[in-house]
Nanobody, 115 residues
């Protein structure tokens, strides 16, 4: 069983920055993808960014050039540096760990960007 704990959400003005972090614990297969999805009110949960245990990354088009994902394999952590935030980045950000055909999710952390 995998447990994910997110931190770092909050309220920020448009143009500002936030850094999200997620720590995974439990039974973790070393080959995996970790990352972030977000869900705005009334909308589906969408991919923000993923990074594999080999360091390959995948970003949503809407965040390319503004967000940077990174991870520490030794500590089973993943971080998301979010710069130049926009009001449309507002939502609950969920950490995810994908491996062996399953996905484990964190509880989510709220990010609110005011205009």
């Amino acid at each position: 069983q995998v447990h994910l704990v997110e931190s770092g959400g909050g309220l920020v003005q448009a143009g500002g920055s936030l850094r999200l972090s997620c720590a995974a614990s439990g039974s973790i297969f070393r080959i995996n993808s970790m990352g972030w999805y977000r869900q705005a009110p009334g909308k589906q949960r969408d991919l923000v960014a993923l990074i594999t245990s080999y360091g390959s990354t995948n970003y949503a088009d809407s965040v390319k050039g503004r967000f940077t994902i990174s991870r520490d394999n030794a500590k089973n952590t993943v971080s998301l540096q979010m710069n130049s935030l926009k009001p449309e980045d507002t939502g609950v950000y969920f950490c995810v760990l994908k491996t062996l055909g399953r996905a484990d999710w964190g509880q989510g952390t709220q990010v609110t960007v005011s205009s």
